[in-house]
C-alpha cells in the first residue's frame, strides 16, 4: 500500500509569492492533517480535512488555507508569502470510523524556503 | 488548553545502554490516545509506539516500552539495547477525535 506522499519536496519561493503544496493520503484513508515544523516553534498543526470540509484548525493566520478533494487528496496554499514561513511542512493521513486509532502517518515533507 | 510537555531538549546514550525519555501532558478528557514518533534525520516520522488511554497496560514494541501513568498524566518512553538507529527526534503526541497536540521533541544521540 503507497504512503503518503507529498509535493513538491523542495521549493524556494520570494516574499509576497505563494505557493501550493500538495498531499496525496494513503488509500482509504479520509482524513489529512497538516503541519509546520520549524526549528524555533516545533511542530504546529495547521488544520485537519475530513470528507472536504476542515474539521479543526490551529492558530495560524488566513494566509494558510487548505482545501480537500473527494478522492481526501489534500491542498494547502500559503498566501503572501514572508520569511517566516520558511518551515518543513508536513501531512498525515489517518483512518476514521470504526477503525480509528488515533495514529497518524506521515509523509516526508515538503521544504519551503523563502527568500 | 491542552499541552504536552517534554522536559529534555537532548539527550545521549551509549549503544546497547537503556535509555528512558520523559513525557507529560494535561489535559480534562477521558478518551485519547499517546503516541511517540520518531523522526530520523531523513525527516520522515514514523510511529513508534501507541497508548491507549483507557488501557491500564503499558504498551510494548519489541525494544520499547512506555511507563504510562494516567493519573500523573506521564508517558515516558524506555529504549533498550539502543542501537545507532534510533538517533533521531522524538516526538510525544496526544491525539483525540478532535486535537493533535505534539510535544517540542527530544533530541537523542546513540553514541558508539
Known amino acids: 500500500k503507497a504512503g503518503v506522499t507529498q509535493t513538491p519536496r523542495y521549493l524556494i519561493k520570494t516574499r509576497g509569492q505563494q505557493v501550493t503544496l500538495s498531499c496525496s493520503p494513503i488509500s482509504g484513508h479520509r482524513s489529512v492533517s497538516w503541519y509546520q515544523q520549524t526549528p524555533g516553534q516545533g511542530l504546529q498543526f495547521l488544520f485537519e480535512y475530513f470528507s472536504e470540509t476542515q474539521r479543526n484548525k490551529g492558530n495560524f493566520p488566513g494566509r494558510f488555507s487548505g482545501r480537500q478533494f473527494s478522492n481526501s487528496r489534500s491542498e494547502m496554499n500559503v498566501s503572501t508569502l514572508e520569511l517566516g514561513d520558511s518551515a518543513l511542512y508536513l501531512c498525515a493521513s489517518s483512518l476514521e470510523g470504526t477503525g480509528w486509532t488515533g495514529e497518524l502517518f506521515f509523509g516526508e515533507g515538503s521544504r519551503l524556503t523563502v527568500l | 488548553a491542552q499541552t504536552v510537555t517534554q522536559s529534555q531538549p537532548e539527550m545521549s546514550v551509549q549503544e546497547a545502554e537503556t535509555v528512558t525519555l520523559s513525557c507529560t501532558y494535561d489535559?480534562?478528557?477521558?478518551?485519547?490516545?499517546l503516541f511517540w514518533y520518531k523522526q530520523p534525520p531523513s525527516r520522515q516520522m514514523i510511529l513508534v509506539i501507541r497508548?491507549?488511554?483507557?488501557?491500564?497496560q503499558n504498551a510494548t514494541e519489541n525494544r520499547f516500552s512506555v511507563n504510562f501513568q494516567k493519573a500523573a498524566k506521564s508517558f515516558s518512553l524506555k529504549i533498550s539495547d539502543s542501537q545507532l538507529g534510533d538517533t533521531a527526534m522524538y516526538f510525544c503526541a496526544f491525539i483525540s477525535y478532535d486535537k493533535v497536540i505534539f510535544g517540542p521533541g527530544t533530541s537523542l544521540s546513540v553514541i558508539p
Open positions: 489535559t480534562s478528557e477521558n478518551n485519547y490516545y
Open positions: 497508548q491507549e488511554a483507557y488501557k491500564q
